[in-house]
């Protein structure tokens, strides 16, 4: 099993950056890639980010050049950071993160931390 816990949400103005944090414990090497989605009100949770075991890097196209995905890990623990940039009201949503793990590409989910971009 992995557990993971966010952290670093909150209120920026716009134009203004956070990091969110997730860390990860449990089964840690037996993940196969980290992701960043968010889900605003009324609308379905997207894919914000990625981040595999190799280090590759995916973007959504609406945060490319502003969002940086990144990690950092010990035996114990791995934690993955988004470095938000240039936060538009649009950013605005609950951000979630999610590790893909074992054999059968399980899913563990955080529990969400709020994002709010003011204008």
């Known amino acids: 099993q992995v557990q993971l816990v966010e952290s670093g949400g909150g209120l920026v103005q716009a134009g203004g950056s956070l990091r969110l944090s997730c860390t990860a414990s449990?089964?840690?090497?037996?993940?196969?890639?980290m992701h960043w989605y968010r889900q605003a009100p009324g609308k379905q949770r997207e894919l914000v980010a990625r981040?595999?075991?190799?280090?590759?890097?995916?973007?959504a196209d609406s945060v490319k050049g502003r969002f940086t995905i990144s990690r950092a890990r010990d035996n114990s623990k791995n934690t993955v950071y988004l470095q938000m940039n240039s936060l538009k009201p649009e950013d605005t949503a609950v951000y979630y993160c999610n590790a893909v793990f074992g054999t059968w590409s399980r899913d563990s989910w955080g529990q969400g931390t709020q994002v709010t971009v003011s204008s």
């Open positions: 981040i595999t075991t190799g280090g590759s890097t995916n973007y």
């Open positions: 449990g089964s840690i090497f037996s993940i196969n890639a």
